[in-house]
């Protein structure tokens, strides 16, 4: 009997769904609603706006979150979380991403450590720029989910990779 | 309302912004701050008359309990409150910052205004004046000595 020892290339069920759960429990503290996850849309074309990168890892390994907003979407969530529309391209911009980043990756870490990976969050980096793909090298398992808030849309990607 | 010096500390001036606003809304007291942008920053900023400290943990250099505990660490400092302003949630990191790391509060983010009072109030008294270890520490001496004699 040959054994298939093809390595699993989806992220756990669980740790997606926890990951989706953390998305809707952050936003919900930022905007006083949560976003809605839309499960029919798991493709998005090039992003025109910011992304903010972070990840919670382990010696083992590292989820990488990746929070893509389109431009419309990162001016009205400024002016919810900063109590005025910051300019996009600012670097006050790029601090709130990471900031946002920061804060989800701070619930992600909470709520996968019940499930037993237990990992510290790196620091956040913001990417602004038109036209943005996201692509991942040595193809680890990703998930892409779209969510729907009442300020806009935004994406969360999000990789699962062997620590280095 | 009292003055208070307050030290700041978070790699984001939007969050360093958001930390004083809330702190301002309350108007509790009269807030002065000081800004650090990493713990590093925050020993060179921190001088003798620093009230009360606002302290994010993950910051690039020195992270904010490795701030707090080389702040603990001098021995002179322990009337000073430190409030963990943090996105880290888990109860082993709650534990780490409070009994490793000396801080003697614990905010998550996002946080409101009212969060924040409710975090903070118990080291105001009605003056805006805080009630500082060391200040309890008197009292609870001066109560000591009363009943001594």
New interface residues.
Partial sequence: MIENKTPTRTIPDEIVDLVKQSVINTFE??LGEPPVYNESETQSGPLNGMIGNIAVFNPEHTLTLMLAFPKETAVALSEV???MELPFESD?MG??V??IS??L???V??NI?TIGF?GQ?S?PTATRGSDLTLFMPNKPPTKKMKFEANNGVFWLNMALSESR | MANIKALVVDDSKIMRSAVKRALDQLMIADFEYVEAMNGEDALEQFTDDIQIIFLDWNMPKMTGVEFAKALRERGDTDHIPIIMVTAEKSMGKVDIALNEGGANEYLTKPFTADKMHKTIKRYFDDSGNLITGKEKAEKKSFFSNILKS
């Fill in positions: 503290s930022i979380f900063v109590g006050d601090d709130l990471g900031e920061n804060i990756a701070g619930e870490a909470a450590e237990r969050s620091l």
